[in-house]
């Protein structure tokens, strides 16, 4: 990690950059890819840490914030931490049959169907049966373009994205409005007062003790942005529709000091609910496409006129604005339209980074942004709303200087715990954000998704 990467990301938080000397750096041979991932990755996770502990020494009354450790082994083991995650020994599966790349007739197309839903809308826009055979699909779309394809399949709700070169995406209506946008957006609404936190004691530092955050996001990277809040000790509720279930393994690596509720903001009653969690929270974290929500109210700009003095960050993968602003995404998704499949691949296939970093990397961004909006009402008010979007940290990534070369390989057993849960005996990988007298693990693993009760601790 550079220190021009890490003061590049801490002043788009609208941190001194002074205090980025506070870090230090523990460099180990890690994350090695043709793309700068390794400093990326170190950036965002140093920002984070370093937002933590600048909360924890306003909170706890110290005379300089506490020194921050990046060490390239924790980084590295928690960018991959659903490929370290074992329950009862049991290796989970993290892409499923259809979710892969296929070659296409003038190209190459890449699909998302983990989810039941996304599978069955894939098929649906393809005309395939629900028992087709890989084969067979493989079959029929190396007969069509994987334009025609992306379109087809997004044209009904499911996820296909062509393989694109960086030159191309830069062409790309899409690619073009990301181009023209910050790593992320921060914005003050209003004149809200100034948040009051209660002082700081004991061991260890919880920044984020008594924020109270309600998590409405789903798959990687909210979900490690909320895991890391609730490592610094906020009160963390996800709440997710029953319509839609969470895949069990995504939720045991992603639910690590969270409570897990079910509402159906279609039903009155879960509606009542929901709004009073809502006048109960401090932090709205949101992970779905833009638009999703907009009927029920949840907007960032609905949100902070309904509940002044909130933070309210908002996550999506293509970002809130251009001719993709609507579309689902997914970090493999976003890997293959913006040029970093073809960059990570070979004349004869598509390749993809040595994790999804996009998510994991923008999940830490996203805790540094609400870590970094709490501090800012500590002192100056203000409802805050905070931007961010798979694609602005894919076009900060294409556009980083080729990586340092890597000084050798480490292994993940330091990095790696074990406990016992509700969902069985879990291997996990411990959080890489840390800082002198901060956290070393969270305080409670995960349990069943969705068996929570819908109100704050």
């Not at 294409?398 to 005996?425: C, K, Q």
Request: include cysteine; glycine fraction near 10%; aromatic fraction near 6%.
């Amino acid at each position: 990690m550079t220190a021009e990467d890490t003061t590049f990301v801490w002043s788009a938080l609208g941190g001194d950059p002074a205090l980025v000397r506070r870090i230090e750096h523990v460099e180990r041979g890690v994350l090695q890819a043709r793309l700068p991932v390794r400093e990326l990755a170190h950036a965002c996770v140093g920002a984070c840490a370093l937002a933590g502990a600048e909360l924890a020494a306003r909170r706890a009354g110290l005379p300089e914030v506490p020194e921050v450790r990046v060490d390239d082994g924790a980084v590295a083991t928690a960018f991959v931490s659903e490929r370290h995650l074992l329950v009862d020994g049991r290796a989970p599966v993290n892409f499923a049959p259809l979710s892969r790349f296929w070659r296409t007739a003038d190209g190459w197309v890449r699909t998302h169907a983990n989810y039941p839903h996304h599978r069955a809308r894939l098929l649906s826009a393809l005309g395939l049966p629900e028992d087709v055979s890989v084969d067979a699909v493989a079959g029929h779309l190396a007969e069509r373009s994987a334009v025609d394809v992306e379109d087809t399949v997004y044209a009904v709700g499911g996820l296909a994205v062509a393989l694109r070169s960086a030159k191309e995406w830069a062409a790309h209506e899409q690619g073009a409005a990301v181009a023209r946008r910050p790593l992320l957006s921060r914005e003050r609404s209003d004149d809200a007062p100034v948040r009051a936190l209660a002082p700081l004691s004991g061991d260890p530092l919880l920044p984020a003790a008594g924020v109270r955050v309600l998590d409405l996001t789903r798959v990687i990277a909210g979900p490690v942005a909320t895991r890391t809040l609730a490592l610094l000790g906020a009160d963390v509720l996800r709440v997710d529709s029953p319509r839609l279930p969470e895949l069990p393994d995504q939720h045991a690596d992603t639910g690590f000091g969270k409570r897990s509720a079910c509402l159906d903001l279609d039903r009155a009653t879960d509606r009542r609910a929901f709004e009073e969690l809502l006048a109960g929270a401090d932090v709205v974290v949101t992970g779905y496409r833009p638009g999703a929500l907009d009927r029920f109210g949840l907007t960032p700009r609905a949100l902070a006129e309904r509940r002044p003095g909130l933070v309210v960050a908002q996550l999506s993968a293509w970002g809130g604005y251009g001719p993709w602003a609507g579309r689902r995404g997914f970090d493999s998704m976003v890997q293959v339209a913006t040029g970093i499949a073809e960059t990570e691949g070979s004349a004869e296939r598509p390749g993809a980074l040595p994790a999804q970093a996009l998510d994991h990397g923008t999940g830490y961004l996203l805790a540094a942004a609400v870590l970094r909006s709490l501090t800012e009402q500590t002192e100056e008010g203000g409802t805050r709303i905070v931007r961010l979007a798979l694609a602005q940290t894919a076009a900060w990534l294409v556009g980083g200087p080729a990586p340092e070369p890597s000084l050798g390989s480490y292994e993940p057993g330091p990095w790696l715990a074990e406990t016992d849960s509700g969902l069985g005996r879990l291997r996990y990988a411990r959080s890489p954000v840390s800082f002198a007298g901060g956290p070393g693990d969270w305080a409670r693993p995960p349990g069943v998704w969705g068996t929570d009760p819908a109100r704050w601790s």
